[in-house]
């Protein structure tokens, strides 16, 4: 889609906002391995963005409307953060849906600026994650061949192994 080039912004649809995490996640915090909307079924928590650096698992959740924001808190895992995904937790959406005082304890902001930059105004802070979750999710993503975005160690450049869509 695209985008105007006036001082009038159109708002960012989820989808382009999970597709600027996943290259937030990969660019910015050198992620080896980033998905986008993984939507395997298999697991409890549906991340919009999730990318691993090592042991370190990173979770990135797209909002578009300030509504969506405040029902994300109704999630069981958020309740319950120990169950959820992502040992570093970030929300990312548009300067005018989530402020710093908005945010659960812990978590992270990125808003998206012009041009799709990332900027991140809070660094999240540790959280114990469900890893078995997290490996339920990525085995899924390889079995259905979900696209999966992988930063190469040698060359440091970005490669994406599967197809959305599969016989």
């Not at 050198?30 to 928590?45: L, Q, S, V, W």
């Not at 402020?99 to 802070?125: A, C, F, K, M, N």
Request: net charge positive; hydrophobic share 40%; proline share 5%.
């Amino acid at each position: 889609m695209a985008r105007k080039k006036s001082t009038l912004l159109i708002p960012r649809s989820h989808r382009e906002l999970c597709e600027i995490a996943e290259r937030w996640l990969i660019g910015k915090y050198g992620c080896r391995i980033a998905i986008a909307e993984p939507n395997c079924i298999i697991t409890t928590e549906q991340p919009d963005a999730i990318g691993w650096h090592g042991r370190v698992s990173v979770l990135v959740e797209a909002k578009t409307s300030r509504s969506d924001f405040l029902a994300d808190a109704k999630k069981p895992f958020r309740a319950n953060p120990q169950d959820g995904m992502g040992i570093y937790r970030y929300y990312i959406c548009e300067p005018d849906v989530i402020t710093i005082d908005d945010l659960p304890e812990r978590w992270g902001l990125l808003h998206v600026l012009q041009g799709g930059r990332v900027r991140e105004l809070r660094r999240s802070q540790r959280f114990e994650a469900d890893r078995a979750e997290e490996l339920s999710l990525l085995t899924a993503c390889l079995a259905i061949h979900k696209p999966l975005k992988i930063r190469s160690s040698i060359s440091r450049r970005v490669f994406q192994i599967g197809k959305e869509d599969v016989a």
